[in-house]
DNA sequence: GTCTAAATGAAAAATATTATCATTTACACT
DNA sequence: AGTGTAAATGATAATATTTTTCATTTAGAC
């Protein structure tokens, strides 16, 4: 379930946070989008209705709401990070490697079982504690694939 | 299988690139070492037999060795990239988020095939053609679960 | 309204990586 | 062995991203 501006504004005060107008303002940025941005285009967004913001300030707030775990942190292989809403609930993401566009999909259970077991075993194997894991597929989507497909 | 000084050496030769003094000094480094090392790592390992290389020849190096599949390029959320000759077969990565330390692991088939059938399921319900995955796991090894543990 | 710690923004610094380009060099061919 | 040439190198600068510093502002407790 995507969390609402309301929702990040109250877990913000809940954790005895200020609720600057900067942080509302990129707050309501993140929740009125549907797709990963990277602090540079939440920048631009942000600033259209509050010229004056800092970049500065946008890091800080997505490295707060990051930690408190309000929004999701994406880090893959080509692009900087980017974040979203999109559910602080457990799921895994399909990379574009062409654009960067980002899905969202929750993994059957079928899988988080077997990785859970494999999580157990390398556990044991290694002696590490095991605190999360990543499943993440990239490959081309379908606009990508036909611009490459004319290209050639 | 872990490629060889020999192996990627021959390798580079097939693919028709020239076998300078500084290639084989990077090569003979990531070969000698078990550690993923971040370019920057590698640079220093190199330039003690080898003053006079530059950083920009360590990272051409590595982009060219990663493109031919002749070493294994990892890439988590802290930390910078990292190399190992560590095998260029399928397999996946357990890190620890204290150190850094990297342990290679091939996942079990029954993970594999369940892996194999999302990515079917993925493929045709968002129009992606996946060309790969990644299943990595996050932790604390053992070193740094007894640091936690003492500093607290 | 006052006070204070937290938050901000401007600027600079730190990091990591890539581009430019003159110089050097591996190696294919004599 | 000597020559020519395209590939590779290294110095330097440029780019990109993120973090630090610090003086100023401000949210929210009282
Ligand atoms: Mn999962
Ligand atoms: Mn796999
Ligand atoms: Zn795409
Ligand atoms: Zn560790």
């Not at 797709?35 to 939440?42: G, N």
């Amino acid at each position: 379930m995507r969390p609402s501006y309301k929702s990040i504004i109250t877990a913000l005060k809940r954790h005895g946070h200020k609720l600057t107008l900067q942080r509302r303002a990129v707050i309501d940025v993140i929740t009125s989008s549907q797709d990963h941005l990277t602090p540079a285009a939440m920048f631009e967004k942000v600033r259209q209705d509050h010229p004056g913001i800092g970049l500065v300030t946008v890091y800080r707030t997505l490295k707060l709401l990051t930690e408190l775990n309000l929004i999701c942190e994406l880090r893959t292989a080509d692009n900087c990070p980017s974040y979203t809403a999109g559910t602080s609930e457990h799921h895994h993401h399909l990379v574009c490697s062409g654009c960067g566009k980002v899905v969202d999909f929750a993994s059957p259970r079928l899988i988080e079982r077997d990785v859970a077991k494999l999580e157990g075993k390398l556990s044991r194997e290694n002696g590490f504690r095991i605190d999360e894991h990543l499943l993440e597929f990239t490959g081309l989507c379908e606009l990508c694939q036909k611009a490459q497909a004319s290209s050639v």
